[in-house]
């Protein structure tokens, strides 16, 4: 089975799901309310915080022209990226100290870089893992800096192709990544579930040899549960403290109340697959007296003959299995049998065909 190590926790389907809060630009440029996001991650039940580590310039180039102005229906149609980035990033002198309180808490924080001093600096910090944005899934050159670190990286796979997929995959393997996980991703934000393609998760994990988990922009629980349900080991949900508060992505990032509900229901999921089982499980064995049994529903008389008027298949289960119901009709009672008896073989006679046979 794949698997990585992220601060020596083995992440892969079969072992707890690994939950990330993304706090990407909830935090609204304020540091306060990024301390009240990575505590009320580890409130809601997440392993890990992870932010996103650029500026304005490291990301994009400030330009009215029409190339840099977003456009297309999203959330963000009329800004430029410029602008959109300056509202978005989170401070890089606030990292090392999210990153200390994470912590504290006892959860992993790591981040996404988008160039390679944003690597120097996560470098400088510690960071037990990278994560690649889907956006930046054909940035080879970024994957291979990253992969050089020798940390595990988990890279989005949105929008991209079958062979897109594999050539980030070839450039961090030959960089020297010593873990690598991939996750399904919709680019879209808010991701409409029908649009989340879930099968397509063990369909990664079977083509390349990783686990897969999913970055998931949906406002759902649902999404998530199915995701589990199908492989998916790693989990990645926006994280808010509100999304009646404006901000680049409050519109697609779910409440503290609601990751915590999120992160209760894939847990709950996970516990239910299992494995392959029949039989009863311990739980049942006390349920199984109510099974059906062949049960005296009439008085008989000694020497009568069971019928289908006097013996019936019923609940609770002390008499004999409905399964000699045929073979018990048309024999005789051995003793008088008062109405509620289960029916058991020293109450029924032998078959009228061995009464028959003389002795010799």
């Not at 926790?9 to 690994?18: A, D, E, F, S």
């Not at 102005?69 to 410029?82: A, F, P, V």
């Not at 503290?256 to 697959?273: D, G, L």
Request: proline fraction near 8%.
């Amino acid at each position: 089975m794949p698997s990585i190590e992220i601060s020596g926790r083995r992440i892969q389907t079969g072992c707890p799901t690994y939950i990330i809060a993304e706090l990407s630009a909830n935090h609204h440029q304020n540091f306060d309310d990024a301390v009240q996001l990575v505590r009320a991650a580890k409130e809601a039940g997440a392993d890990a915080v992870k932010l996103q580590t650029y500026t304005p310039d490291t990301i994009t180039i400030s330009s009215n022209q029409p190339y840099f102005r977003i456009g297309g229906g999203t959330i963000w149609d009329g800004e430029t990226l410029h602008d959109l980035y300056a509202k978005a990033y989170t401070p890089w002198e606030w990292q090392p100290k999210l990153k200390a309180l994470a912590g504290e808490l006892g959860m992993d924080l790591f981040s996404t870089p988008f160039d390679s001093t944003a690597v120097d600096w996560l470098e400088a910090m510690h960071v037990p893992a990278y994560k690649i944005a889907s956006f930046e899934l054909t940035d080879l050159a970024l994957i291979r800096c990253v992969a050089a670190t020798g940390k595990p990286v988990i890279m989005s796979t949105g929008m991209a192709t079958l062979s897109e997929i594999e050539e980030a995959v070839e450039a961090a393997r030959s960089s020297g990544a010593t873990g690598l996980a991939l996750l399904k991703c919709t680019s879209a934000y808010p991701s409409p579930p029908e649009e989340m393609n879930l099968l397509t998760i063990p369909h990664l994990s079977q083509a390349f040899g990783v686990p897969v988990g999913l970055s998931d922009h949906t406002l759902t629980v649902s999404v998530p549960v199915t995701a589990v349900t199908l492989g998916a080991c790693i989990i990645e949900k926006h994280l808010t403290l509100s999304r009646a508060v404006p901000g680049p992505d409050s519109a697609f990032s779910l409440d503290p109340m609601e990751f915590k509900t999120m992160v209760e229901a894939v847990r709950s999921a996970q516990r239910s697959i299992g494995a392959v089982q029949y039989g009863p499980a311990p739980e049942e064995e006390k349920s199984r007296i109510f099974r059906r049994s062949l049960f005296i529903v009439q008085d008989v008389k000694c020497g009568e003959c069971f019928s289908s008027a006097n013996v019936r298949s019923i609940r609770p289960a002390y008499g004999l299995h409905p399964r000699h119901l045929a073979e018990v009709l048309g024999r005789r009672a051995t003793r008088d049998i008062v109405r509620g008896t289960p029916l058991s073989w020293d109450l029924v006679g032998p078959p009228e065909a061995a009464l028959s046979i003389p002795e010799p």
